[in-house]
Structure formats: structure tokens, C-alpha cells
């Protein structure tokens, strides 16, 4: 049985121009993502900002085409955006957005918009779609007659309801919420991310979860993959990676998740947050990393199976390849 | 009472959304005005007291009523006679054509084209932003000059050219609205759930836009009137014995002094016009969103 989605290798990369007359700078925000989604699993993918995590969804939805690698949806390669099979492929994969404010529009009832994916691919005849539709806003929690509510006479919890009932209205089987708490309140929060569960079980449903809130991840996730500059740096069941992570990254990453009482031993990164125009060579992290060594700034690790526990890292010290250094390498270069 | 089913509870609880119209007094002024223009120039035919072409030689510059006239012709003729009331009638009915005639097909043209740029982008876009500055840059009068001496005058390609007139603000509005809403937001969001260009541009961004654009509709409509009095003032637009406000303005300038009212009907229904026309307008712009209501 071929995997939901499969992505092998993914490279995205956009021109940058430095001021009025400077040459244009190549960031490669993606570089080189495999990924696998199984059908009724999460694969939680977490990252700081700017790390390439939500051009990495947008690539696997094949909103943008890839520069490189290849995304395979139940084992077809994806169609070019804006093609008809494109846009018929849309009824089985989905997204939910950060801020469900933006993603309505804000001049229609949710209600009808919520119809709207019946009416784009030609589900159920015009005469049952309100009542499908109803039935959708039903399943995430909304009232029917909040069908006839505009989006700003919405709370925050309700607006990505909404969202997550178009989104699920077609029955998809692939769903990539990117971020999609991060714009609500702690209480809401919970209640979408159970909803998101729900609906999973309820469909089978695929998720691919963007997230910077790792105890969101942890919450939802089968799988859990940390991304750092544009590359998985570390992926494995969540709370083995965030109990004991492997990578120094996903470390730091893991230590900074404030504990009551506890005190000490988080990690503060040196250096500046990375710069996806000016990748340092070998393992993109060595200038931050506390345990660099020589080879990590010559040599790019490869994310492989740990011979411990079988854990997939990108890491020469992970792998008992090098001792650990003491990061002085930056200096020292 | 937990038997009772959902719906019904729902049902009850439903807060009546009654749509509140309260219409301001300046808006209803302006509805009944634009309306009693409308309602002129449909019924030119019927309620007009004379043709718009008779002579009426012994009344030659006779005042309108108020200015110690007859009620023979209640606004007074000019110095051929003819009724000035009858011709008001039919110029009101010629000018609103050419007025909402170009205003309208300048809006679709370049909203039309506004769209296109934004959804093609790359080669198509810089065709229509060449356009655009092209537009923008050359004097509209020398376009029209131009026009008018090549392909003579006729009233189908006269609204055509007024057409022209403003397009290339409309074209600017649609793009770069449609630019940024395709860019994040609900147009991308309607985007990857499968929608064609077609809902995507007619359905969301439209919709969304509209207010802009019917703001600059409202402030294109007066100009085209007053371009279309200037270029009939120049003898390049309506033709005698055809009228419109604007040649009426134009004519009557001559006698200002002697016979004021022949200028002063047309000019106060052009001022009334368009300053109905600003008044609806910012008032639909208002009403067309759910968000300010």
C-alpha cells in the first residue's frame, strides 16, 4: 500500500534582491524535504520562524511547484498548479490557514461559503447543497443558524471552525493546517486541536501539522519532524524526540518550552537566528551548535536511521561519527 | 424537554437579523433626483412640452416664469425660440446616456483588463501597465481629437471614446487590489479548494473590491459629463440639432448676460446630477459592506 503522500527531495527556491542596483540573491527556503504522510496519521512538523516549514506545506498541497524532488499523492505525481486535474485533486487534499479571518472572505455568509466547495466540484445537486452545508458547519461545532453569520460576527474559535468545515467539507483525505492555532487563544486552542482529532478519526483523514507550539505537536502528532534552515534535522515518535531529543537543534528547541519549577538547564543558542540567503556550508547549524565539530563544518549530515534506536537524525555527533566539539569551530573558521 | 430536537431550539434562538435601512435625508434627495432624471429621460417623448427642434418665433429670449415670463414656456426660450424646458428634457436624455454608457464600459474595460494583469502576470501584465501609462500619460483631448477627425462622429463611437476616458484608474484598482488579495487571504484560500478564475475574480475579489470601484465610477461620471460639455463646446461631440447639457451650456454662454436661464437650466441639472450621483455612490459603498452595517 503506497503511502498518502509521499515527498522525495523537495528544493524551493526564491531570487532576493539586496537594494536598489544589488545582484539578486538565491534563498533556498525548502532545501531538500522528504516527507511521508500515512492515511488516518499526523506528521507534526515543527520549526522557528522562517525555517521553510509552511513553503514545505504549500509544496506538498502543490499550491507552488517544486524547483526540485517530487511530491506523490496515493502514488500520482502531482499535476501543475492551475491545470483541471489540479484543481479537481483539491477536493482531496485541503488546508487550513493560520488566520481564519483572512481566509474568509469577509462580504459572504460562512454558510455559503462553506457550500462552496460543493458548488467548485459538483457534489450533491443544488437543491441539497444548503443542507450539506449545514451538515458540515454541524460537524465542527457550529449552530445552523450561524450559517447565515458574516465572518466578523464570529469569535476566533468559530472562524476557523468554519474554516475547517469548508476544508472538510469534500471528505478530503489529506489536510495541511498550517499554524492553525497559533492566531488563538489557549482555550480555543485545545477545543480545535480535539475538534482536528475528531475529524480525524471520524475521516481517516492525513494531517500534516505546521506548528511552532511543540506541546501542540506533541498533542496531535504520530510523527514529529524539526525543521531547521530549510532541512528535516530530526524525525521520530513525539515524545521520544521531545523527551530526549537527539539533534543539539531540537535540544535547544525542546529546552525552551517553559516548565513550572523548573529550573536551569535550557539551552541558549549563540548567534544569529540563520539566514536562509547566506547557508553556511557543511551542517547548516554548526555556527550556532554548542557541540560542533571540525567535520560539521565541512560536511553536510544526512538525515539516516540512528544505530541506537533507529531515531532519524542529521546530526555527524548524533551518529557517534564525531565527538562532541565545543562549537568553536565558528571561531576558529 | 431534552427530547426536543436540535433544530427547533436553534430555530428560536436565531436573533432576528433585521436589515436596518436608514436611508439619509441627503441620499433620499439624491435617489429622487437621479430617479426624476431617469424617469425624464425614459419618458422624454411623453412629457416634454414641445419638440426639441420647433421654433417659436415670436417668443424669441423670453423669460422663464420666474423671471416674469408666461407659462407658455415655463423655462423660457432661446433666441430661436425654442422651448428651453423641451430641450433640457431631451439633453438630460442624451447626456445620461453618454455619461453612464462611458462610465460603465470604461469600468469594464478596465476592471477587465486590471484582472487580467493580476492573474497572468508576467508578460500580460506589463502590456497592460504599458497601456496604462500610455493612457495616463497622453492628453484625453488629443486623443479624442484625433479619433473624432479620423473616423467622424457618430454617437455609438462618441460614448465609446468617453469610454476610454478613465479606464486606466480602473485598471490600477483592480490589479493591485487583486494582486494582494490573491497574494494571502481568502482568494488564495478559495484558490487551492479548486475554484476557476472565473469564481475566483467574479465570486470573491469583485465582490470585495467593488466599493473602490464604485467610488471612482462616481467621480469618473461627472467628468465625462463635463468632458462630453467641452468637447461638444468644441463642436466635436453631440451635433446640432441634437442636444445635450453640455452643448446647451456651451450655447448659452453666448447670450450669459442677455438670456441667463438658457445656461443656468442645464448647468444647475449637471451640479444636481453629479452631485447625486457622489452621494449614492458613497452611500452604496457603505451599504455593499457587511462589515459596516
Given amino acids: ?333 | 424537554m431534552s427530547d426536543i430536537p436540535m433544530q427547533d431550539v436553534t430555530v428560536v434562538q436565531a436573533p432576528p437579523r433585521a436589515p436596518r435601512l436608514r436611508v439619509p435625508p441627503m441620499v433620499l434627495f439624491g435617489l429622487g433626483w437621479l430617479a426624476l432624471m431617469l424617469l425624464t429621460a425614459v419618458l422624454a417623448d411623453v412629457v416634454s412640452p414641445y419638440a426639441y427642434t420647433a421654433l417659436d418665433l415670436r417668443n424669441r429670449l423670453s423669460p422663464p416664469v420666474f423671471m416674469g415670463g408666461t407659462w407658455l414656456h415655463p423655462l423660457g426660450t432661446d433666441e430661436l425660440g425654442r422651448d428651453v424646458l423641451a430641450r433640457l428634457i431631451y439633453s438630460i436624455r442624451m447626456s445620461l446616456l453618454i455619461a453612464f454608457g462611458a462610465t460603465i464600459i470604461g469600468a469594464l474595460i478596465g476592471t477587465t483588463l486590471g484582472f487580467l494583469a493580476a492573474h497572468f502576470r508576467g508578460f500580460v501584465e506589463q502590456v497592460v501597465l504599458a497601456l496604462v501609462d500610455f493612457s495616463a500619460s497622453l492628453p484625453f483631448l488629443i486623443l479624442a481629437l484625433a479619433v473624432l477627425a479620423f473616423f467622424g462622429n457618430s454617437l455609438t463611437l462618441f460614448i465609446c471614446l468617453l469610454g476610454l476616458h478613465a479606464w486606466e484608474r480602473y485598471a490600477r484598482i483592480a490589479r493591485g487590489l487583486a494582486v494582494s488579495a490573491g497574494s494571502q487571504g481568502y482568494a488564495s484560500a478559495v484558490r487551492q479548494l479548486g475554484a476557476t478564475p472565473w469564481r475566483i475574480y467574479g465570486r470573491h475579489v469583485l465582490p470585495n473590491i467593488a466599493s473602490t470601484l464604485i467610488v471612482s465610477m462616481t467621480l469618473a461620471f461627472p467628468e465625462i459629463i463635463l468632458l462630453e460639455s467641452g468637447l461638444s463646446f468644441l463642436g466635436l461631440g453631440v451635433q446640432p440639432p441634437a442636444t445635450s447639457l453640455g452643448s446647451m451650456v456651451g450655447y448659452g454662454r453666448e447670450y450669459l448676460t442677455r438670456a441667463p436661464w438658457i445656461l443656468l437650466a442645464p448647468a444647475l441639472t449637471i451640479v444636481l446630477t453629479t452631485f447625486s450621483v457622489s452621494l449614492i455612490g458613497d452611500w452604496l459603498r457603505d451599504q455593499l459592506d457587511p462589515t459596516l452595517r
Fill in chain 1, 1 to 333: 500500500m503506497t503511502a498518502l503522500l509521499k515527498a522525495e527531495g523537495l528544493v524551493r527556491r526564491y531570487a532576493m534582491r539586496r537594494g536598489l542596483l544589488g545582484r539578486s540573491v538565491e534563498v533556498r527556503a525548502v532545501a531538500g524535504v522528504s516527507l511521508t504522510v500515512e492515511r488516518g496519521r499526523t506528521l507534526g512538523l515543527v520549526g522557528e520562524s522562517g525555517c521553510g516549514k509552511s513553503t514545505t506545506g504549500r509544496l506538498v498541497l502543490g499550491l507552488e511547484a517544486p524547483d526540485a524532488g517530487t511530491v506523490a499523492f496515493q502514488g500520482q505525481p502531482m499535476s501543475a498548479p492551475g491545470t483541471v486535474a489540479w484543481r479537481s485533486l483539491r477536493a482531496r487534499m485541503q488546508m487550513v490557514f493560520q488566520d481564519p479571518l483572512g481566509a474568509l472572505d469577509r462580504r459572504l455568509p460562512i454558510g455559503v461559503q462553506v457550500r462552496e466547495p460543493f458548488d467548485i466540484h459538483g457534489i450533491g445537486t443544488a437543491a441539497d447543497r444548503p443542507a450539506r452545508a449545514i451538515e458540515a458547519l454541524r460537524a465542527v461545532g457550529l449552530r445552523p443558524d450561524q450559517a447565515a453569520r458574516y465572518p466578523h460576527e464570529l469569535s476566533g474559535g468559530q472562524r476557523q471552525r468554519a474554516v475547517l468545515a469548508r476544508a472538510l467539507a469534500t471528505e478530503p483525505e489529506l489536510l495541511v493546517c498550517d499554524e492553525p492555532i497559533s492566531a488563538l487563544d489557549v482555550s480555543i486552542q485545545a477545543q480545535v486541536m480535539n475538534l482536528l482529532v475528531d475529524q480525524q478519526e471520524r475521516l481517516g483523514l492525513g494531517i500534516l501539522f505546521i506548528s511552532h507550539d511543540l506541546r501542540a505537536v506533541r498533542q496531535v502528532s504520530h510523527r514529529v519532524a524539526v525543521m531547521y534552515l530549510g532541512t528535516i534535522v530530526e524525525e521520530g515518535e513525539p515524545d521520544a524526540v521531545l523527551h530526549e531529543p537527539a539533534h543539539p537543534y531540537a535540544q535547544a528547541l525542546v529546552s525552551a518550552i517553559p516548565h513550572p519549577g523548573r529550573r536551569g538547564g535550557r539551552i541558549v543558542l549563540q548567534g544569529d537566528p540563520p539566514n536562509p540567503a547566506d547557508r553556511p556550508g557543511g551542517c547548516a547549524f554548526h555556527p550556532r551548535c554548542p557541540i560542533a565539530t571540525a567535520l560539521c563544518a565541512q560536511e553536510a549530515p544526512l538525515l539516516k536511521p540512528r544505530a541506537v534506536d533507529g531515531r532519524l537524525v542529521a546530526c555527524h555527533v548524533a551518529h557517534g561519527d564525531a565527538l562532541p566539539g565545543a562549537g568553536e569551530v565558528r571561531r576558529a573558521a
